[in-house]
């Protein structure tokens, strides 16, 4: 069984920077990818950045050159460096891993952190 919990979210002044963990427990063979999502109020869940098994991370255009995803699987942990955070990246972060077990696709995603920037 494959669990992920998040933590480091928080309130921070917009200008500032939180950065995010996620530690997995359980395997994640067969991983395609592992990534960040958020949800703020009254939006859908949208993705932030992820890392492939292969291949480089990929960012959202809001996160360019603000957000650095990164991952240590020593630690099987994952993390998200939030820099220059303004009121809209105000939303509950989400950790996700997908992948597939020969036909058998899977999809996990921890509990979520709320990460709250004040104007």
């Known amino acids: 069984q494959v669990q992920l919990v998040e933590s480091g979210g928080g309130l921070v002044q917009a200008g500032g920077s939180l950065r995010l963990s996620c530690v997995w427990s359980?395997?994640?063979?067969?991983?395609?990818?592992m990534g960040w999502y958020r949800e703020a109020p009254g939006k859908q869940r949208e993705l932030v950045a992820f890392?492939?098994?292969?291949?480089?991370?990929k960012y959202s255009d809001f996160a360019k050159g603000r957000f650095a995803i990164s991952r240590d699987n020593n630690k099987n942990t994952l993390y998200l460096q939030m820099n220059n955070l303004t009121p809209e990246d105000t939303a509950v972060y989400y950790c996700?891993?997908?992948?597939?077990?020969?036909?058998?696709?899977?999809?996990?995603w921890g509990q979520g952190t709320q990460v709250t920037v004040s104007s």
């Open positions: 996700n891993a997908d992948g597939n077990v020969g036909w058998t696709p899977y999809d996990y």
């Open positions: 359980g395997s994640l063979v067969g991983l395609n990818a």
């Open positions: 890392i492939p098994s292969e291949g480089h991370e």
